[in-house]
């Protein structure tokens, strides 16, 4: 029963473009989510988060938006920049309970 | 100066073996977790303590017991290992238990013999 769903595992894009991940969840509790970069060997790193008051939340290059009818949120990343280059995982946990729901991950590739 | 870390970051044992992974936070937070990612890289939740209290206990085997010994410190024992415990364990810690981000340690990579 997967209720986070990052239905690409793949991604290439060149330096400098637009990278757009996806992220789909069936649970319509979940009001916080939240994206994580992980490189390989170490554990993810917290990248950016929304509530599900907001439709959008931006910090620097790295832009989410929750659209909560669709039950969707995406990470728009601009410019792409090959350090980028990573797996990024989806995550949403209930309010005020902090068990958070991963997706797969999508492994992102920034080409120079 | 790193924020979660984890000992050690690699074991090998054999089957039946009991282990401990340790697991420090310097961030001074108060709630500490435990995740397993498996084979086929499905990241999921174990165990959450808040200030050295157990908080949430996902169906794990109860070969499995965590401690905290401090709200900075949360380890988690394996009792008589099996096969299937072979995957990357993380440890992580957030703020308090409220939506806030956690972050994690670099992972224990287990593999059973």
């Known amino acids: 029963d997967q209720q986070v769903k990052q239905n690409s595992p793949s991604l290439s894009v060149q330096e400098g473009r637009i990278s757009i991940l996806n992220c789909d969840y069936t649970n319509s509790m979940f009001d916080y989510f939240l994206w994580y970069k992980k490189y390989p060997a170490e554990g993810p790193t917290f990248l950016i988060s929304i509530s599900s008051i907001k439709d959008k939340n931006e910090d620097g290059r790295f832009t989410v938006f929750l659209n909560k009818s669709a039950k969707h949120l995406s990470l728009h990343i601009v410019p792409s920049q090959p350090g980028d280059s990573a797996v990024y995982f989806c995550a949403a946990s209930e309010a005020g309970f902090q068990k958070l729901v991963f997706g797969t991950g999508t492994r992102l590739l920034v080409s120079p | 100066d790193t924020a979660v870390s984890q000992t050690p970051k690699y074991l090998v044992t054999q089957m039946g073996n009991d282990k401990s992974i340790k697991c420090e936070q310097n961030l001074g937070h108060d709630t500490m977790y435990w995740y397993k990612q498996d084979s086929k890289k499905f990241l999921k939740i174990m165990f959450s303590y808040n200030n050295k209290e157990l908080i949430i206990n996902e169906t794990v085997p109860n070969r499995f017991s965590p401690k905290s010994p401090d709200k900075a410190h949360l380890n988690l024992h394996i009792n008589s290992l099996e096969l299937g415990d072979s995957a990357v364990y993380f440890c992580?810690?957030?703020?308090?238990?409220?939506?806030?981000?956690?972050?994690f340690g670099d992972g224990t990579r287990l593999s059973i013999l």
């Open positions: 992580a810690s957030s703020q308090d238990h409220s939506n806030q981000p956690q972050h």
